[in-house]
């Protein structure tokens, strides 16, 4: 069936076991859903790849390691307003002197929330982050508070340009603004560059900026390890820790046994498990959360669900987190009915709708291509208003661009936005990309990326990459260096591989001093940054 006559099946054709879990009622009772921004961008921006894990769906009731900047203003219509506008300005606009003109003549009164927002939107490119943040300080009235400068932080560590975040640090130091949490992000932000020791060293200097560190902290440092795939080095901070600085809580613990069970070490989450009980904590709702979605990882379903009923014999109430994670692990193994028992048993448990466990529902019959009841659930979700996410069509887009189904993927992904009134976010751009440079339509790519740059968003390393690769490959060696030009322009590294590529087919092309003048840029954006 097309998908344009989906919405129109009637509720006849859907199959007995989905309308009994799925419609349970005639009509949706009256709530009302509030959603934070932080988790609008938690929910849109989960991931920049493309590839969806059965555990992708994972919804985190204890989250340490991403500071949420607060910004309680961020939804006003108006603050959204500006800061697209100013954003598409920026984006458009190399030119750094014009640009400054421009800016100064929007006449748009800054706020801190504002400045949050528009800093989170460039968030994927440190430069002109930075080149705001500064143009930003200069208006007459306004001052950075701590939300901003961390929100610089977070852009400037996804370019590794962590001299340029020292000397904010200084600057937040100075003007009384600077907090532990700044500390988690430069933390994280090493770890994810693969620099462990730095990381551990920047916990360590928090007390030389007169901070002293909570139990919340080391929490929160232990998090950013094991999210950054360094449980080992996670343990070793825990144990030498445990003897020498802090007492462990729950939350240590489900830390380390999240790490372990997101690296499918079973022993050692067994290991970490045991010695919780032996110091008197007894696993609750989020500890056995962690566990299931660790057997589910490993595929180890019939134990997860082993576990699922151990936890309610022991009147500990499942969480729409352990919905989620048994609804797409056992649908990622087209165990579709099992999978909808549990979506029906979430639905009868007093949880109001989320939009996590309707998406977790979506993924299974994604899984066995069942795109119709698929959108059917979307149906549910728009009744229920919860949805659909970007996040929703991000899992069915993914589906069907791994089903070669590309028509269908263009379909849905034009729909999203103008029937159910969903923008894309940026790895939905990117899904859409890659499908269209994967199937030689350079030029579809090209659509697709001009339209996400006219909407304000910001392209990543990921996206420029596979675009530029695709021009490589065909001989459009003139357009492969502009966008290259404009990566490094936003202050993003081109990846080794992709440059070596470009540079060897400028090479054979006869254009060593274009290649010489790319080098020179290139080793220019190592050190290009400067605060002042």
């Known amino acids: 069936m097309a998908f344009s006559q989906i919405l129109k099946r009637s509720a006849a054709t859907t199959p007995e076991i989905f309308r009994s879990s799925l419609h349970s009622s005639s009509s949706p009772p009256s709530i009302t859903v509030t959603i934070s921004s932080s988790e609008i961008i938690n929910e849109s921006q989960t991931s920049n790849q493309t590839k969806l894990p059965p555990s992708s769906l994972h919804l985190h009731l204890r989250n340490f390691c991403n500071k949420t900047i607060e910004n309680p203003d961020a939804l006003n219509p108006q603050i959204i307003t500006e800061a697209e506008k ?22 748009i009164e800054l706020s801190p929330a504002l400045v949050v927002e528009v800093l989170q939107k460039l968030s994927n490119a440190g430069v002109f982050a930075l080149f705001f943040f500064r143009w930003a300080e200069k208006q007459n009235g306004f001052k950075h508070t701590s939300d901003s400068y961390d929100a610089l932080i977070e852009a400037l560590g996804k370019i590794k340009q962590f001299k340029v975040i020292w000397s904010l640090v200084n600057e937040m130091k100075i003007k009384g603004v600077l907090g532990n949490s700044t500390f988690a992000l430069i933390s994280r932000r090493y770890a994810r560059a693969k620099k462990v020791k730095e990381s551990i060293e920047v916990f360590e200097r928090m007390e030389k900026f007169g901070l002293k560190p909570e139990l919340h902290d080391y929490n929160r440092f232990l998090d950013t390890l094991c999210k950054s795939r360094q449980v080992e080095s996670a343990q070793q901070v825990f144990d030498k820790m445990k003897k020498t600085k802090f007492k462990p ?3 240590s613990y489900t830390i380390l046994l999240e790490g372990w069970g997101q690296e499918m070490n079973l022993l050692k989450l067994d290991e970490v498990y045991r010695e919780m009980k032996g110091d008197g904590f007894e696993p609750d709702a989020v500890a056995y959360g962690i566990i299931i979605n660790a057997y589910c990882k490993a595929k180890k379903y019939d134990q997860a669900i082993n576990k699922f009923d151990e936890m309610k014999s022991k009147n500990i109430n499942p969480t729409p987190h352990i919905y989620c994670t048994l609804i797409n692990g056992l649908g990622s193994e087209k165990r579709l009915n099992e999978s909808l028992m549990f979506f029906k048993l979430s639905k009868s448990c007093g949880h109001l709708p989320e939009a996590p466990t309707y998406n977790a529902m979506v993924g299974s019959y994604c899984w066995s291509m069942q795109m119709d009841d698929a959108f059917m659930v979307i149906e549910e979700m728009r009744r229920y208003g919860i949805g659909p996410n970007s996040r929703t069509f991000d899992i069915i ?7 070669r189904r590309t028509k269908e993927a263009y379909s849905v992904f034009k729909r999203m936005k103008d029937e159910f009134g969903c923008e894309p976010s940026v790895s939905t751009y990117e899904i859409m990309v890659r499908m269209f440079c994967n199937e030689g339509r350079v030029d579809m790519a090209i659509g697709v990326w001009e339209e996400m740059k006219g909407e304000g968003v910001l392209p990543g390393m990921h996206m420029f990459s596979t675009l530029i690769d695709s021009l490589c490959r065909e001989k459009k060696l003139q357009d492969c260096c502009m966008y290259l030009e404009e990566m490094m322009d936003m202050g993003i590294r081109p990846p080794g591989l992709m440059f070596n590529r470009l540079k060897k087919a400028l090479v054979d092309e006869g254009k060593e001093d ?7 840029r290139l080793e220019k954006l190592k050190t290009l940054l400067v605060v002042s």
Request: glycine fraction near 0%; include cysteine; charge should be positive.
């Open 397 to 403: 887009l993914h589906h069907l661009v791994k089903d």
């Open 514 to 520: 274009v290649v010489i003048m790319l080098t020179r």
């Open 86 to 107: 100013l954003c598409k300005m920026i984006s458009t606009h190399r030119d750094t002197s014009r640009l400054e003109s421009l800016l100064n003549s929007t006449q």
């Open 249 to 251: 809580d729950i939350k």
